[in-house]
């Protein structure tokens, strides 16, 4: 069974950094696109950032751009995102997707064929 584990969320003050990892099990994704979506409360689930099978693309969301940095260790079977300079609207649940699909999927949720379970990320101001 496949299944990808958030970790690494939690309470920090505007300013602060948090590191999240997602853990992959049950199958390797070292072929494919992984990436970070997020959800607010009352909002729709939005892309965040997302990498390339080895690791020499990535693509941000606007809003995160210049804070955040996504990144993997496909030994490990593991994608990785620093956050830093967090503000208050970085609040949410942050999820890890991975796709099964040979091809860029960039910022569509809908090309992301597994999900994690969400860790919470809370940025106080």
């Known amino acids: 069974q496949v299944q990808l584990a958030e970790s690494g969320g939690g309470l920090v003050q505007a300013g602060g950094s948090l590191r999240l990892s997602c853990a992959a099990s049950?199958?390797?994704?070292?072929?494919?696109?992984m990436a970070w979506f997020r959800q607010a409360p009352g909002k729709e689930r939005e892309f965040v950032a997302v990498i390339s099978w080895s690791g020499d693309t990535t693509y941000y969301a606007d809003s995160v751009k210049g804070r955040f940095a996504i990144s993997r260790d496909n030994a490990k079977n593991t994608m990785y995102l620093q956050m830093n300079s967090l503000k208050p609207a970085d609040t949410a649940v942050y999820y890890c997707a991975a796709t099964s699909r040979q091809y860029w999927t960039g910022s569509n949720p809908g090309s992301y064929d597994y999900w994690g379970q969400g860790t919470q990320v809370t940025v106080s101001s």
């Open positions: 049950g199958r390797t994704f070292s072929g494919n696109n």
